[in-house]
């Protein structure tokens, strides 16, 4: 540590210096230095009434560059949420817009101060980048503090943002701040290793790539090669202008650190909650169609943290929008209206939960009390090697099917649907596996197809391809927390791997991600078993100005890094084995349909 705190000291001494002026119907305080515990000023930005009070605080703390607006640094995305929804842009000049942060015009006039806190490293914030690690959650918190006791504050804290800003809630909410009074984290990961950099043991290669496209692009101290704000006409990531070389070491080599630690070890546990230190009042928003990143998170928070005052809601479409949409905001104002500002407006009344049930053409409201729902019917769809198909009958005969190891595998499909079948909730997969190498990784892809074959895929969070569900394991880490695994969610431990002895057969139980889906009768249930990232077979996505890849299904959430999968072990043979006691399973989430219908139903009435 001591190398990289003089590594993060290479400057001129240069600093944005705090002003302050009233515009737009705020008071704004720009460059607002606090102070860490070990000497480093973070920079923040801070909107509030212009009228003298004590307010509560809504607070972001992240890399993103608190100065660069998003139509901007996110055009791509930017565009297409203000095209699609015009409640977004409504109401607000749209000049403090950054990414997956709060517009502070539609929070202020409700009697909140808004802060952004640039992170350490990042934008106008000096210092060695070194993303959740447990000095940045420290200064996560030292901010929190900060805030709590400042003059314009009535030291209740709230934290609000997505993804990263969701992310880093869950860590230092494990801290506990005593100013800290509630949360919201929209579409936020948790667990640093399950949810994010090695999904069931694969590496993600997404954290790396990101690295490059969101954050050494607004590393503090690229001057004039960043931009400046549209508002103040100041670099966003600081006066300074640093060397490539200096750049370089005051940040973490982020993509190596990653790819060092394979296993669920210190360095992972380090940046991932203790849950049941979490007992912060909290919304946590997850979205079906964020597999490769999010949801997990979201669900896995809600239902494990120690919290007694927690609600869930889960929702589709792009990541960013509905946080930005009157549909979420409204929710989120609600919701600290209640924690902060002390106001009786019936939020505690409300369902726990808040699903927005996804169909092959629309999204229809429905409250419940609990996740998983009580009301599910566990079913089991057996594979059945003769035919290739799913269903509730089981499969007796000893049979055997191979796949090329790192392939497109085999595909599994249910008969016509005879009626409408809502799937909401967890799903696992249960597989016998052996592999001509000493491990073997297993791609599972819950699809919907029409009667005739066609696929049905989604808007995801990213890719506007996406299919039903999604769920990853290395062969070689199947071992089980037999504590934490349920049926429908298996919990590996990740601790140390069990290589495949050359014809060995093992049993694998995959956990596959929430979701959310009514099929449509006459229509097809798949399940396909790969080994390599799922492809939609229809035309491209495209690409969106903050990613490196081509949209081909999975958005960005790719498994294809040659360290992490060489071909001499995962380029084999994978077989899969049926009959002689085993009898390989999907176990799906399936919602009755006069609970579904009459619940939705009643939501509608209440609209």
């Known amino acids: 540590m001591a190398s990289q705190a003089s590594s993060a000291t290479m400057s001129t001494g240069k600093t944005h210096q705090q002003r302050s002026e009233v515009r737009d119907g705020m008071r704004i305080d720009w460059d607002v230095p606090i102070v860490m515990d070990d000497g480093l000023a973070v920079r923040a930005d801070v909107f509030r009434p212009v009228k003298e009070g004590r307010y509560p605080v809504i607070l972001s703390y992240g890399p993103y ?5 998003f139509q901007e640094g996110y055009p791509s995305a930017w565009q297409r949420m203000a095209d699609k929804h015009p409640d977004v842009t409504a109401g607000s000049s749209n000049l403090y817009q950054s990414w997956e942060v709060l517009d502070p015009e539609k929070w202020v006039p409700h009697d909140y101060a808004c802060v952004r806190v640039d992170s350490r490293g990042c934008g106008c914030s000096p210092g060695y980048i070194d993303h959740f690690s447990p000095r940045e959650t420290k200064d996560f918190y030292d901010s929190i503090e900060w805030a709590g006791v400042q003059p314009w504050s009535n030291g209740k804290v709230g934290l609000n943002g997505i993804s990263y800003y969701g992310i880093n809630q869950w860590h230092v909410a494990t801290l506990q701040p005593p100013h800290l009074a509630a949360m919201c984290i929209w579409e936020g990961a948790a667990d640093w290793y399950r949810d994010m950099t090695h999904h069931g043991g694969i590496l993600c290669t997404f954290w790396e790539n990101w690295y490059d496209m969101q954050v050494k692009t607004v590393q503090y101290g690229a001057g004039e090669r960043g931009k400046r704000s549209p508002v103040h006409g100041e670099l966003v990531c600081g006066p300074e202008t640093l060397s490539e070389a200096q750049l370089a070491k005051n940040r973490s080599p982020f993509g190596d650190d990653i790819r060092a630690h394979p296993l669920d070890d210190g ?14 009042p909290m919304f946590t928003a997850a979205n079906w169609g964020g ?27 792009e990541h960013w929008t509905h946080f930005y949409t009157d549909y979420g905001r409204e929710q989120q104002l609600r919701f600290f209206d209640y924690f902060l500002h002390g106001k009786k407006n019936g939020w505690e009344k409300q369902p726990r939960v808040r699903l927005q049930v996804r169909h092959a053409d629309k999204f229809v409201a429905r409250g419940e009390q609990e996740w998983p729902l009580k009301s599910t019917k566990w079913t089991k769809l057996h594979l059945n090697p003769s035919d290739g198909t799913l269903s509730e009958k089981r499969a007796t005969s000893k049979a055997v099917k ?19 079948t809502e799937i909401t909730g967890p799903s696992a997969l249960k ?37 039903v569900a999604q769920g990853w394991l290395r062969a070689s880490h199947r071992k089980l927390d037999k504590k934490l695994s349920t049926p429908y969610r298996p919990y590996h431990t990740h601790d140390k791997k069990q290589p495949l002895k050359k014809g060995e057969v093992v049993e694998l139980n995959v956990e596959i991600w929430p979701t959310s889906i009514v099929v449509p009768a006459g229509h097809r249930i798949g399940l396909s078993i790969r080994g390599k990232d799922y492809e939609y077979a229809g035309p491209s996505g ?51 349909s006069s609970r579904s219908a009459t619940k939705s139903r009643a939501r509608e009435r209440k609209r």
């Open 402 to 420: 191979n796949f090329k190891a790192m392939g497109d595998g085999v595909t599994f499909l249910s008969a016509p649907i005879p009626h409408d």
């Open 431 to 467: 597989l016998f596996v052996s592999s001509s190498t000493k491990d073997a990784d297993i791609f599972a892809v819950v699809r919907v197809f029409t009667g005739d074959l066609k696929e049905v895929v989604f808007q995801g969070a990213i890719d506007p391809h996406t299919p």
């Open 291 to 317: 597999q490769g990143l999010h949801p997990r998170g979201n669900f896995e928070g809600y239902v494990r943290a120690a919290a007694k005052d927690k609600w869930l809601e889960a929702h589709g479409i």
């Open 267 to 280: 360095y992972h546990k380090a940046r991932s909650p203790i849950w049941a230190k979490v007992k912060t």
């Open 65 to 69: 560059a608190k100065g660069l607006a």
């Open 542 to 592: 495209g690409k969106l100005s903050n990613f490196k890849n081509e949209l081909k299904g999975c958005g960005p959430f790719l498994h294809n890094d040659p360290l992490d999968r060489p071909s001499n072990i995962f380029g084999g043979v994978t077989s899969l084995h049926f009959g002689g006691g085993r009898a390989p399973y999907l176990l799906l989430p399936v919602i009755p």
